[in-house]
């Protein structure tokens, strides 16, 4: 009955930590493009250089490994939104420009589970209008994680790697100005490394534990 008990006890908390364990969390995020690439390599890249929509108004995008979402509004429901792909910019590539007010978002839809993500993005003042604010936010959202990240005007990267495979992501603009925004080079790593969890280390340290404990008592008999 003791047996069983322990049994029970054990597995339950062992449970409990894999529930803790269940959503995306990120374990590392980069700003650099060499370093995230030099991490998580071998990665797949989507640059749109082979879309052919230059200056095109597109309301998706379905690629090789993954879907562009339509992109939509949470603040405002009825604005109509969409990719356009330009070029002449971040360095003469092609690039895809999505997101204008507070509230607008995309989504990317991985086909298989991918556990690090990075971009590039630029943001600027058109010239014949002038955001109030030279800052500008915007929210990734992984799965149940969510990120705030704060940039000048400018080109930039983000990377980021998570402890457990993800399907989708959400990229939601949280500043009230508008802006001009541009994404590119998307790069992903969907053949997930495994990395070791908490509940999984507790698992083992269990049954290791239990071996010991086994062996000690048929000793001792």
């Known amino acids: 009955m003791k047996k069983f008990l322990m049994v029970t006890y054990l597995i339950s908390i062992s449970m409990f930590f894999l529930s803790l364990t269940s959503n995306a969390t990120l374990i590392g995020t980069y700003t650099d493009e060499s370093s995230f690439v030099s ?6 890249m989507e640059s749109f ?3 052919g929509l230059d200056g095109v108004n597109i309301d998706g995008m379905i690629l090789s490994d993954f879907t562009l979402g339509e992109p939509d509004s949470v603040s405002n429901p009825g604005r109509v939104l969409n990719y356009t792909a330009y070029s002449n910019l971040l360095d003469g590539d092609q690039v895809v420009h999505a997101l204008f007010a507070e509230g607008d978002y995309f989504t990317v839809e991985f086909n298989t589970p991918v556990n ?20 500008y936010q915007f929210g990734l959202s992984i ?52 990395v070791p969890e908490p509940a999984t280390m507790l698992l ?14 048929k000793k001792k008999k």
């Open 116 to 135: 690090a993500f990075g971009f590039s993005y630029e943001f600027y003042n058109s010239d014949d209008w002038s955001p109030p604010s030279d800052t």
């Open 143 to 194: 799965e149940s994680q969510i990120v705030t990240i704060s940039t000048a005007l400018g080109a930039y990267f983000y990377g980021f790697v998570t402890d457990t495979p993800f399907n989708s992501l959400q990229v939601t603009q949280i500043s009230s100005d508008d802006f001009e925004p541009f994404w590119d080079k998307f790069q992903y790593r969907n053949t997930a490394t495994p």
């Open 204 to 217: 083992f340290g269990t049954g290791l534990v239990g071996l010991i404990g086994a062996r000690f008592r």
């Open 39 to 44: 991490a998580v390599s071998p990665t797949n």
């Open 49 to 51: 250089e082979n879309t």
